[in-house]
């Protein structure tokens, strides 16, 4: 009898550690599953979104220099240009008569770069005589932040003379042939090159979505080098009269 007391004491006991060591199991699980990103939106906030990025290998790329054909960039699910091509106020062309410029408008979108186990974000440029609408900012005609983006010193050197645009000048750019005629109210030359992670997110800043309506224009500088950030802004022209 004491035997069987002694039995009847220990296996209860057992049951307990099982179910014990169940519930720690159980937690574990499910904290884990809880700190899996659900969404690819999520994996997109905690990264960085850089202003200029160019052709895998070209020389604008300042911001970093290891993206090329090795670094690993894949092409994001952007919209392409046959999708685009129906988007009302889509830019198509682009007249700066102050520094001689009459040049055609394609649509670009994002490419995904890893570097040092980031993720970073970059906009695509044309490599050819033209400017890249970011397909992701505002069409023409409406509130909000219309982006273009061009080389300056190579593939036809698009936006090479747009450092020399000063307050005031006139910026046309049409879309399905109608005219959205815009005023230059900042021209500002921002260090990029090797400087800290802050300063290059506010230099970001500037091609971010807005409430009011206005024009971006993004390059880099100097022509023999691309340490700068150039960025034209411009409004509407009857909003300035």
């Known amino acids: 009898m004491a035997k069987q007391s002694k039995d009847e004491e220990v296996i209860p006991l057992g049951f307990v550690f099982i179910a014990v060591g169940l519930v720690v199991v159980f937690t574990a699980v ?10 690819p939106g999520q994996t997109l906030q905690q990264t960085q979104v850089v202003v200029l990025p160019a052709t895998p290998g070209a020389p604008d790329v300042a911001l970093l220099p290891e993206t090329g054909p090795d670094s690993g960039a894949d092409a994001l699910p952007t919209p392409n240009n046959e999708t685009l091509a ?13 520094i001689g410029l009459d040049a055609p408008v394609s649509s670009v979108g994002l490419i995904q770069v ?18 890249g609408w970011h397909n992701t900012s505002a069409p023409l005609g ?24 000063e307050e005031g000048a006139e910026i046309v750019v049409y879309g399905r042939a109608r005219p959205y005629t815009y005023t230059v109210a900042t021209v500002a030359l921002l ?22 309506e206005r024009l971006t224009l993004v390059t880099c500088w100097p022509y023999e080098d691309n340490s700068h950030r150039v960025i034209v802004v411009a409004y509407p022209a009857e909003e300035r009269n």
Request: cysteine-free; glycine content about 4%.
């Open 30 to 39: 499910i904290a884990f599953i809880l700190l899996i990103p659900r969404t």
């Open 86 to 98: 129906f988007v009302q106020g889509q830019p198509e062309r682009i007249l700066i008569p102050d």
């Open 114 to 131: 890893q570097n040092s186990a980031q993720t970073y974000y970059q906009w695509q440029v044309p490599p050819e005589f033209s400017a």
């Open 191 to 212: 260090p990029e090159r090797d400087q800290p992670l802050t300063v290059r997110v506010q230099n970001a800043s500037w091609i971010n979505p807005t409430d009011d």
């Open 142 to 165: 409406i509130p909000g932040n219309t982006v273009l983006n061009g080389h300056h010193n190579i593939h036809g050197e698009v936006f090479r003379d747009l450092v020399e645009l």
